[in-house]
């Protein structure tokens, strides 16, 4: 029988084969959270004298054996089980008998879905971040290693100025520093606890929601009963726009990347191993991996809208569109974690090209450096201009290769250190550890 099931009503096979839908695939992501929320509730419980002491542990002890179930991959939603929350109940009451049953008291589904997600979402958010870190130092380390390496500058795809390789990894560095600063607003959104909210509206017992916020960690709990329904969509919008940040840099780096590598450009190399063939064209060496990439990455940034559109027009309270939700958030992060470990992997056998500026070809680059001579020299600014671009048009321009970029962020003066103090600080302010310690006393 169902958690919402009455005696003696049965619904159609195919009303209940729409309205399940995909939801027994999805909550398997949330099996191990629910097992969390279910401690945490149980103890809070035990503490308003809704559970005795024996019950309790009784309890607890179960549900730390359905932990070490589901992270040996041995947890399963039976057949004919509508979701995680009702495969986990089940195997609590086949245990414990009635015991198992007193659990869902002061609850109902939708806090008991809404804690899940909460904490599902918090961890896979940290998850994104650890990898975004990885690829972080990954890119600072390649910037240093080739700070000395020029790489020509370009505005509207026309040759501009001097840039370096350690200028062009450097940026995509900053680019997820400040990715990571939304991904910190969405984790933080994530880690404020739901439970107790009930349905929406709370309950008649004299739930402890203070208790249960500090045992599964959270930062503070979603006060208000009918927000903290409310904040369902809004948290899976506010992480898939972190996410989609994060993929718009990754997709802006693929591009580049395949513009790069192409024989009209040449400043990078993929090697051999990271590149593929053509069935008919035995020269070819296809850059897949950054195409597909960029695919990938692209279609990440759509899921936000999608979220939009499926929250669109709803009232406040609990709806049944909501559970679209995990469809789309729930790969969403297995799609980022695999793009940035590939990413990583790329970027770790990227192979530059050196003294790419000696070639004459690129002699226009370095104008701006001869107007700044004559700048120096105290010529005004428009007089240089005019007098570069006049020897420019009669062929007497001489490009001056040597450079004297000495600020901030410039090419010889990359910032590196203050860009990985910028990184340092935001992973600092999701208060990780702190979740940490809270799920590991929880399961001890």
Not at 291 to 296: I, M, S, T
Not at 387 to 409: C, S
Request: glycine fraction near 6%.
């Amino acid at each position: 029988m169902k958690l919402w099931q009455k005696e003696g009503v049965t619904t159609a096979e195919q009303i209940e084969r729409f309205t399940v839908g995909r939801d027994r695939e999805m909550d398997l992501y949330l099996a191990p959270f629910d097992v969390l929320g279910n401690l945490a509730h149980a103890q809070m419980l035990e503490t308003i004298n809704l559970l005795t002491q024996d019950e309790l542990n009784q309890l607890k002890t179960e549900l730390k054996t359905i932990y070490r179930q589901i992270e040996a991959g041995q947890f399963v939603i039976e057949a004919g089980i509508e979701d995680v929350h009702s495969q986990v109940e089940l195997m609590l009451t086949r245990v414990l008998g009635d015991v198992g049953k007193k659990i869902h008291s002061g609850r109902s589904r939708n806090d008991q879905v809404l804690v899940d997600l909460k904490l599902f979402t918090r961890d896979r958010l940290w998850q994104v971040a650890e990898a975004v870190q990885r690829v972080f130092n990954r890119l600072i380390s390649r910037s240093e290693q080739h700070k000395e390496d020029l790489l020509p500058g370009y505005t509207h795809l026309q040759i501009a100025m001097p840039s370096s390789f350690g200028l062009w990894f450097g940026a995509y560095a900053e680019a997820l520093s400040d990715d990571m600063l939304t991904l910190q607003t969405a984790y933080r959104l994530a880690n404020r606890n739901p439970l107790g909210s009930g349905a929406g509206y709370g309950s008649s017992f004299p739930l402890n929601r203070t208790l249960t916020t500090e045992l599964l960690g959270f930062e503070g709990m979603h006060v208000n009963v009918v927000y903290a329904q409310m904040s369902r969509g809004k948290t899976e919008q506010t992480a898939l726009t972190a996410l989609a940040a994060i993929a718009a840099t990754l997709s802006r780096m693929a591009m580049d990347i395949c513009l790069y590598n192409s024989q009209n450009f040449g400043f990078l190399v993929l090697p051999d191993a990271l590149t593929t063939g053509s069935s008919i064209m035995p020269h070819k060496k296809n850059p897949d991996v950054a195409e597909l990439l960029r695919a990938k990455t692209n279609r990440l940034k759509a899921l936000p809208m999608e979220v939009t559109l499926v929250m669109s027009n709803l009232p406040s309270g609990y709806h049944r569109d909501m559970q679209l939700l995990k469809e789309i958030l729930m790969p969403a992060f297995d799609e980022i974690l695999d793009c940035l470990d590939i990413t990583d992997f790329m970027l770790e056998h990227l192979q530059v090209k050196p003294n790419l500026l000696d070639d004459p070809k690129y002699d226009l680059l370095f104008s701006v450096e001869r107007v700044n001579e004559l700048v120096l020299q105290g010529v005004p600014f428009r007089e240089a201009y005019r007098t570069v671009g006049k020897e420019i048009a009669e062929h007497t321009y001489v490009p001056p290769r040597v450079l004297h970029h000495t600020h901030e962020g410039s090419i010889g003066n990359l910032g590196n250190d203050l860009i990985v103090n910028q990184m340092k600080q935001t992973l600092a302010g999701f208060g990780a550890a702190t979740v940490q310690e809270a799920i590991i006393r929880l399961l001890s």
